[in-house]
């Protein structure tokens, strides 16, 4: 069974930082692409960045320069550290992989609220 657990949220005033973490287990990790997406109320779920197994990452126009997305083989976790954190970067942030041994799995999700 794949459990993906995401942390590393929290409430931080704008312009300050968060670094996400998404544990896997379940799956063979190193061969998993791995990616972010967040929701917020009233806005549909966006993809914020994803990384490939090769380490190759892509991002939102919307986070780029300020958010960066990295990942761990040996410890089968990803992280997202994100700068310079506004408002609108508030919202329920989720763990996304596929595999091609388990297909597509999600985290729970983990808020992250930003104060003006």
């Known amino acids: 069974q794949v459990h993906l657990v995401e942390s590393g949220g929290g409430l931080v005033q704008s312009g300050g930082s968060l670094r996400l973490s998404c544990a896997a287990s379940g799956l063979t990790f190193s061969s998993s692409y791995m990616s972010w997406y967040r929701h917020s109320l009233g806005r549909e779920r966006e993809l914020v960045a994803g990384?490939?197994?090769?380490?190759?990452?892509n991002y939102a126009d919307s986070v780029k320069g300020r958010f960066t997305i990295s990942r761990d083989n040996a410890k089968h976790t990803m992280y997202l550290q994100m700068d310079s954190l506004e408002p609108e970067d508030s919202a329920v942030y989720y763990c996304?992989?596929?595999?091609?041994?388990?297909?597509?799995?999600w985290g729970q999700g983990i808020q992250v609220a930003v104060s003006s």
């Open positions: 990384i490939t197994n090769a380490g190759n990452p």
């Open positions: 996304h992989a596929w595999s091609p041994d388990a297909g597509d799995n």
